[in-house]
């Protein structure tokens, strides 16, 4: 089992950044991929970055590509998502989740096997 956390979430400006933070309990953190998604108000959750168990591979959706950057720390079981150049199309609900073994499709959310309760992050124009 394990439990995610993120924090980080909040109110900025267009332009302006934001670092969100996922921490994890257990102690096989690396053995998971991890991935972020997010939920704006009337639209399905999506797909946001993605990293590897030892973060030699990541991947981004489009709309954040040269924007957002994962990466992930599995000393500290944090996974991380630092976003640039903030747009007020990324206002969300941000949440990580955890992918045992890892998966081709980390794009798809029936992949992941646990989730956080999500953190909000609302750009204001």
């Known amino acids: 089992q394990v439990q995610l956390v993120e924090s980080g979430g909040g109110l900025v400006q267009a332009g302006g950044s934001l670092r969100l933070s996922c921490a994890a309990s257990g102690r096989t953190f690396s053995n998971y991929a991890m991935g972020w998604f997010r939920q704006a108000p009337g639209r399905e959750r999506e797909f946001v970055a993605a990293?590897?168990?030892?973060?030699?591979?990541?991947y981004y959706a489009g709309s954040v590509k040269g924007r957002f950057t994962i990466s992930r720390d599995n000393a500290k079981n944090t996974v991380y998502l630092q976003m640039n150049s903030l747009k007020p199309e990324d206002t969300a609900v941000y949440y990580c989740a955890a992918d045992w073994g890892g998966s081709i499709r980390y794009d798809l959310l029936s992949e992941y096997d646990y989730w956080g309760q999500g953190t909000q992050v609302t750009v204001s124009s």
């Open positions: 990293i590897s168990g030892y973060g030699g591979s990541t």
